[in-house]
C-alpha cells in the first residue's frame, strides 16, 4: 500500500474489546496471518478526540496492499459514541468484541498492571478501592450497554467470543474469527496453543524479588522501542533469559491459604463483592448474547 490519504484507507475488521479478553493472541496470531496486516503498534487509536480519522493511520498499514487490514483499539468500546465514530468513518468493517467473566478479568487486570509495576497497592482488595475512587480497570467489566450500541450500529457485522470458549479451543475460535473476517486461506500459528500476556498468581515471598521482577518487565517494554533495544531482548530471549526468570519467581511463589481464596484465586469475600458490583451488567449481557457470562 502506497502513502495515500487516511481517508481512502478501509479497515476491515475492528476488535473494540475488552482488555485482558485474549486480545493480544489474536493480534499476534492474525499478524502472522499471509491475508492479513495489523498496525505495528497493536492498541493503535485510530481517531482523534472529534472522532476523524488521524492522519499517522496510513502509517500503519504502508505495504499492507490488499490484505485484509485490522485494528486492535481494545479500549474505545467504553466510549458512549465509539460505535457511531467507527460506522461513520468505517461503514463496513467488521466488529469483534472479546468478552471473559468480569471478576476473572478484573483479577487478570490487576495482575497484569502490577506484574508492570503500574500500582501503587500491595493487594487486590487495595487496588479495587482505588480503581472504584479514581474509576479505573474496574470499568472493563462493563459489556451490557456497549453491546446494545454496536449490536444496533453493525447488526449481523458484529461477532462476540466468550474468553471461556477460546481458552477451551482457540483454534476452533480462529477459525470461526478468520470466516467472520472473510480469510478462507488455511493457517497455522505457532501460537494456537501459547497464550500472549498472561497473567499469572505470582506472590513473592520478599519485596525485594517483587521489586525486581517489575523492573525488569518493565525495563525489557522500555527497551523494545528502539532497534538496539530489541536486539537486546530478542538475544536474552534466545539465551532462555525469559525461562530463568520464570524459574526464580516460581521459587519464590508463596501461594494464599485455603480459607482465603476461591478457585480463581481471589478472596471469597471480594468474590461476592464484585458479582454484586457487576450483578445487573451480567444480567443484562446474557439477556443479549443469550449465554452466561459467568462460567
Given at each position: 500500500?502506497?502513502?495515500?490519504?487516511?481517508?481512502?484507507?478501509?479497515?476491515?475488521?475492528?476488535?473494540?474489546?475488552?482488555?485482558?479478553?485474549?486480545?493480544?493472541?489474536?493480534?499476534?496470531?492474525?499478524?502472522?496471518?499471509?491475508?492479513?496486516?495489523?498496525?505495528?503498534?497493536?492498541?493503535?487509536?485510530?481517531?482523534?478526540?472529534?472522532?476523524?480519522?488521524?492522519?499517522?493511520?496510513?502509517?500503519?498499514?504502508?505495504?499492507?496492499?490488499?490484505?485484509?487490514?485490522?485494528?486492535?483499539?481494545?479500549?474505545f468500546f467504553i466510549e458512549k459514541g465509539s460505535a457511531d465514530v467507527i460506522k461513520k468513518n468505517f461503514p463496513n468493517t467488521k466488529i469483534i468484541f472479546c468478552i471473559r467473566n468480569p471478576i476473572e478479568r478484573a483479577y487478570s487486570h490487576y495482575q497484569y498492571l502490577n506484574k508492570k509495576g503500574s500500582l501503587k497497592?500491595?493487594?487486590?482488595?487495595?487496588?479495587?478501592?482505588?480503581?472504584?475512587?479514581?474509576?479505573?480497570?474496574?470499568?472493563?467489566?462493563?459489556?451490557?450497554?456497549?453491546?446494545?450500541?454496536?449490536?444496533?450500529?453493525?447488526?449481523?457485522?458484529?461477532?462476540?467470543?466468550?474468553?471461556s470458549d477460546f481458552k477451551k479451543n482457540p483454534k476452533h475460535i480462529l477459525e470461526i474469527t478468520c470466516k467472520f473476517i472473510g480469510i478462507t486461506k488455511p493457517f497455522k500459528s505457532k501460537y494456537i496453543s501459547y497464550y500472549i500476556n498472561q497473567s499469572n498468581n505470582r506472590f513473592y515471598k520478599t519485596h525485594v524479588i517483587s521489586?525486581?521482577?517489575?523492573?525488569?518487565?518493565?525495563?525489557?517494554?522500555?527497551?523494545?522501542?528502539?532497534?538496539?533495544?530489541?536486539?537486546?531482548?530478542?538475544?536474552v530471549k534466545s539465551i532462555g533469559g525469559v525461562y530463568i526468570l520464570d524459574w526464580i519467581i516460581s521459587q519464590h511463589k508463596v501461594p494464599m491459604s485455603k480459607n482465603e481464596k476461591t478457585s480463581r484465586g481471589i478472596k471469597i469475600e471480594t468474590t461476592i463483592f464484585l458479582e454484586k458490583y457487576y450483578y445487573s451488567d451480567i444480567v443484562k449481557t446474557k439477556e443479549i448474547i443469550n449465554r452466561n457470562i459467568v462460567l
Open positions: 500500500m502506497s502513502r495515500n490519504s487516511s481517508s481512502d484507507l478501509q479497515i476491515d475488521f475492528m476488535f473494540v474489546g475488552v482488555p485482558r479478553s485474549a486480545t493480544t493472541w489474536f493480534y499476534k496470531v492474525l499478524q502472522e496471518h499471509p491475508e492479513v496486516c495489523v498496525p505495528k503498534k497493536k492498541e493503535f487509536m485510530p481517531f482523534d478526540t472529534d472522532g476523524n480519522i488521524r492522519d499517522s493511520l496510513v502509517d500503519q498499514f504502508l505495504g499492507c496492499n490488499k490484505k485484509k487490514k485490522g485494528m486492535f483499539p481494545i479500549s497497592t500491595d493487594t487486590f482488595e487495595q487496588a479495587i478501592n482505588d480503581s472504584l475512587n479514581i474509576n479505573g480497570f474496574l470499568k472493563y467489566g462493563f459489556y451490557a450497554k456497549a453491546l446494545e450500541r454496536y449490536i444496533k450500529v453493525f447488526e449481523k457485522n458484529l461477532l462476540v467470543i466468550q474468553y521489586k525486581f521482577t517489575q523492573f525488569i518487565y518493565k525495563k525489557s517494554s522500555t527497551y523494545q522501542q528502539s532497534i538496539f533495544g530489541r536486539r537486546i531482548v530478542s538475544f
